[in-house]
């Protein structure tokens, strides 16, 4: 029998009701603030931070600015990114698929619409739409939006953060960076690379944290009564591992008990918390990942090997070492994050202030089992320059990252849970009257920017500069802080191929362009271990429809242009 769209979505689990604008919106007037007065916002992002790595969260490590805004706040436990740096990113400032922004891939440009590697003209950013409403904006960190980055060619700062709608900026324009002396390091539109080579000193998770809790207070001392809007997006704990040795110092020894334990301590934990149902077994260890007890055996390259035999501590205590200078990067963080929180609090601003902490995609397991690979661990090899110093750069592999995405399967790039599962702290005392409680409806970070737009009374722009531009796909979460179900039709995803549709309960998920697709019901089997595709296959067969509209719809194809044109 057919079923109706109707039926399909009561069949789906997905409410119907409510005013939807386009698949996803929620309808909202647009006119006046939550309450009253507008709030101050600051969102926060760390970079490749796995689901159980924050206390909060279930992980062991110290981060107690966090927990106190998740004590006093909500913490969500179905909230997703999109599974990559660049779509993250995307995504996030705009409300839009980041397919619909021009960044599906990273930063090359493959000539198709949703592989520009630039955000185009067709979007508005989070700085831009409430800059238009009345807020002063700010920007500390990762821009990661351009392929252009030459600060000697001002033709190349069209898409820099002071161009797409932020009053001030501190950071880098490209990725991944040396935490000692990153390149594009950038203040407004000037390169100031050379003031970070030449201070002994200088961390740039530091330096991030501090030009935020700057900004606020300058802010907060010359406007006190207009709203700001600050963007902080960390690199840590991304890759290379860089981290002080008084933060690493806290948890040298502590990882000795490897990542097997860790996993299972952490999923206790996360169970005790109400995070994950404890019906939904942890998953086994990722293929990628090698037993702790095995690592003395782990195969790898020769080049490797020849360097690991020279260090004179065995691979478990090289690893175990890893882990703590990971854990040292997200604790900085966090001091950090306490300071911001601070400049807020000594204005007398923090009541009535959004603060929203998540992570642009889960743990990542690159570079080889020791995190070795490509041109990470060279000056290890060549030099023995411990993990976590100055002139190092590594990663941690897939088997810290593994325990990272605690309870899931997978990693960073993939849709699997483990690449698209985050945290999500909202903290606003005067917007939220529930303390310390979980949220468990179903969110996205498209949802970030009709959910500010909302507690801001602000209005989302029909044209910008002359463009026209695409309305907002994600839908508020404002009515989650109340406890209330949000009404959505369905949340997709793809990034190089790996792809996957949430409807209600019912998540269609594929690992690459190549492979078949496998169905969950994530209300019984979150971790996704039971794929009932053979089983459910009316019900596939609809879902990858809907996937297939979304995806002609937003850009999407083809996926891999790259090879595509080969």
Same mark, same amino acid.
């Given at each position: ?10 069949v789906a689990g997905v409410a119907t009701a409510g005013g939807l604008l386009g698949p996803n919106n929620r ?167 050379q003031e970070a080579r030449d201070d002994p000193d200088y961390y740039l998770t530091d330096a991030i944290s ?79 990942? !090698?037993? &702790?007890?095995?690592?003395? %055996? @782990? #195969?790898?390259?020769? *080049?490797? +090997?020849?360097?690991?035999?020279? $260090? ?6 090289i690893m175990a070492h890893k882990m703590a200078v990971y854990a040292a990067m997200i604790d900085s963080m ?91 702290? !909202?903290? &606003?005392?005067?917007?939220? %009257? @529930? #303390?310390?409680?979980? *949220?468990? +409806?179903?969110?996205?970070?498209? $949802? ?119």
């Open positions: 029998m057919k079923m109706n769209r109707r039926d399909f979505l009561r309808a909202f007037a647009g006119k006046k603030s939550l309450t009253g007065a507008r709030p101050n916002i600051i969102l926060i992002l760390a970079d490749d931070m796995g689901y159980s790595d924050i206390a909060s969260y279930g992980g062991e490590i110290q981060t107690p600015n966090l927990d106190r805004l998740a004590k006093n706040g909500l913490r969500f436990t179905q909230f997703y990114n999109g599974a990559r740096c660049c779509p993250t990113r995307a995504a996030l400032l705009t409300g839009l698929y980041a397919h619909q922004t021009g960044m599906g891939d990273m930063e090359p440009d493959w000539h198709f619409p949703g592989y520009r590697g630039n955000i185009n003209k067709q979007c508005v950013t989070l700085g831009q739409a409430l800059k238009a409403n009345g807020y002063s904006t700010y920007m500390s960190g990762k821009w990661h939006l351009t392929n252009k980055w030459d600060h000697g060619k001002p033709e190349h700062k069209f898409n820099w953060p002071r161009q797409r709608g932020f009053d001030r900026y501190y950071g880098i324009i490209r990725g991944a960076a040396d935490y000692y002396a990153p390149k594009t390091l950038t203040r407004d539109n000037k390169n100031i690379e501090d030009s935020a809790a700057e900004f606020i207070a300058e802010h907060c001392k010359t406007r006190p009564a207009a709203p700001f809007f600050s963007y902080v997006a960390y690199t840590a704990p991304h890759w290379p591992l860089h981290a002080r040795k008084r933060d690493v110092d806290k948890y040298e020894g502590k990882y000795m008990k490897g990542w097997d334990v860790l996993r299972k301590e952490r999923h206790e934990r996360m169970i005790r918390m109400g995070i994950v149902d404890a019906k939904w077994p942890l998953s086994e260890r990722n293929a990628s990942a !090698v037993p &702790w007890e095995g690592v003395d %055996k @782990a #195969k790898v390259p020769e *080049r490797i +090997q020849k360097a690991l035999d020279k $260090d004179t501590r065995g691979p478990k205590e966090d001091q950090g994050i306490g300071r911001i929180v601070s400049a807020v609090a000594k204005a007398g601003q923090l009541d009535n202030t959004l603060i929203v902490f998540l992570s642009d995609n889960g743990a990542c397991a690159e570079y080889g089992v020791f995190g070795f690979g490509w041109i990470l661990g060279n000056q290890y090899m060549k030099n023995g320059i411990p993990c976590g110093a100055r002139g190092s750069y590594t990663a941690y592999g897939p088997c810290w990252a593994n325990a990272g995405n605690t309870p899931f399967r997978y990693f960073k790039h993939f849709v699997h849970e483990g690449g698209i599962a985050t945290p999500l702290i !909202v903290h &606003w005392p005067a917007g939220i %009257k @529930a #303390k310390g409680q979980l *949220r468990h +409806q179903v969110g996205h970070v498209i $949802d970030i920017m009709p959910t500010f737009m909302e507690v801001a009374g602000a209005e989302y722009p029909k044209e910008y500069n002359g463009c026209r531009i695409k309305p907002m796909e994600g839908t508020s979460l404002v009515p989650a802080f109340d406890n209330k179900p949000i009404d959505r039709e369905y949340i997709c995803w793809e990034h190089h191929g790996n792809r996957a549709i949430r409807i209600g309960k019912w998540k269609l998920v594929a690992r690459g362009e190549r492979n078949p697709w496998e169905l969950y019901d994530m209300e019984k089997d979150s971790t996704e271990l039971n794929n009932l595709i053979e089983k459910k296959k009316d019900l596939a067969a609809r879902m990858e429809k809907t996937w297939h509209r979304w995806a002609k719809r937003c850009d999407v194809l083809p996926m891999n242009p790259n090879r595509k044109k080969k």
